[in-house]
């Protein structure tokens, strides 16, 4: 244990490193979010039933959980970048934990994250949005969503080092937006055609979006009537869903560093 936390705090440190110099990508994934909660926020607010200031506070945990489930396409291009400029093979000729290169990976997009959520949250703030549950609901809302991110990211990781190319992956991992629209990370899904309702309630990024308004005490905390059960029960969903993902993909993705490519 000790040698896997010490080689994945290095993998960690060399990932932050790579951030830092390229400030591009951390200015892009840090604005995008805050971009998109202007947009929404006033531009679709106004044409909702809700009322404006009752559609931001909807939406800024939603694009909250979307946030967190973009894991899936960084982890992606992470490992598909080092796997196919050859950083993982020669990561792989060292006497390191194998599980420590995607932990390290995975660990270094949580600490991103973490930093990417502040300028969302703060321009929320400004447009009126509010924890009403006080502290414990938003650490608890926090930590939600932080291991969805850290779930979502061991998704990613290990279907990049299935891909072909870097471009392929790239390719994939820019598809994966359409997620979060069909989930209620930015709508209610109560108003949805029956099919398509089931399919936006059992994807994990409803249940993670409804548990984390529930926790700050935002609207659409509670689900609707007849809604799926990780939307009825959008905490435990959120904690069971995450749970699901760690579980088959963090030996997966393991499995698969050890392989290498072909």
């Known amino acids: 244990m000790s040698t896997l936390l010490s080689d994945g705090g290095a993998v960690l440190t060399r990932q932050l490193q790579k951030a830092r110099h390229a400030p591009g990508l951390l200015i892009l994934t840090q604005t995008m979010p805050v971009t998109m909660l202007l947009f929404f926020g006033y531009v679709f607010g106004s044409a909702l039933a809700m009322p404006g200031s009752e559609y931001r506070q909807f939406l800024v945990p939603g694009l909250l959980a979307a946030t967190a489930a973009n894991g899936l396409m960084a982890g992606m291009f992470t490992a598909a970048q080092d796997a196919h400029r050859g950083v993982t093979d020669?990561?792989?000729?060292?006497?390191?934990?194998?599980?420590?290169?995607p932990l390290g990976q995975t660990a270094a997009d949580l600490v991103t994250t973490g930093v990417s959520m502040v300028p969302l949250v703060l321009v929320g703030l400004a447009m009126g949005w509010r924890a009403e549950n006080g502290l414990p609901g938003a650490l608890g809302a926090f930590g939600i969503l932080l291991l969805f991110r850290f779930a979502t990211a061991w998704v990613g990781t290990y279907l990049g080092l299935l891909s072909k190319s870097e471009e392929a992956a790239g390719q994939l991992g820019g598809a994966t937006f359409i997620l979060p629209l069909l989930s209620s990370a930015y709508l209610p899904t109560a108003g949805l055609p029956g099919w398509l309702r089931t399919a936006a309630e059992w994807n994990p990024i409803s249940a993670v979006a409804t548990a984390v308004r529930r926790l700050f005490g935002n609207a659409g905390g509670e689900a609707a009537a007849g809604a799926a059960?990780?939307?009825?029960?959008?905490?435990a969903g959120a904690l069971l869903w995450s749970v699901v993902?760690?579980?088959?993909?963090?030996?997966?993705?393991?499995?698969?560093f050890a392989r290498g490519l072909g």
Not at 90 to 101: G, Q
Not at 245 to 256: E, I, S, Y
């Open 90 to 101: 020669r990561f792989r000729t060292l006497p390191m934990s194998r599980s420590a290169v």
């Open 229 to 235: 059960w990780p939307v009825a029960h959008p905490v």
């Open 245 to 256: 993902l760690l579980a088959l993909f963090v030996p997966a993705a393991t499995r698969r």
